[in-house]
């Protein structure tokens, strides 16, 4: 139980060490309101592996950290599009 336990802990850290952050531009086009930032904000980071949101309502933009392993640009899409805010990549980079 104990090598288990051991070679549990190994994989988690492991596969942890391998993810790399990624930075995602979104277009939000159809953000009209002081409000729709927040909206979009609260949206993508609800989703796991997201590390940091940045939203700007005057640029129709987001500017999305998150760890390539856990999320990906497709779910960050899904995400803000499920929230009435439909979005397009504009940019990906890596840190």
Aim: charged share 20%; hydrophobic share 40%.
């Amino acid at each position: 139980m104990h090598k288990i336990t051991i070679a549990l802990v190994f994989t988690i850290t492991s596969l942890s060490a391998w993810a790399k952050p990624q930075i995602v531009t979104l277009n939000l086009p159809t953000m009209n309101c002081a409000m729709c930032p927040i909206t979009v904000k609260k949206a993508l980071s609800k989703v796991k592996g997201v590390t940091k949101a940045e939203v700007s309502f005057e640029h129709k933009q987001a500017v999305v950290t998150f760890e390539d392993t856990q999320t990906s640009a497709e779910k960050l899409i899904e995400a803000t599009t499920n929230a009435g805010y439909p979005s397009t990549l504009v940019k990906t980079e890596t840190p």
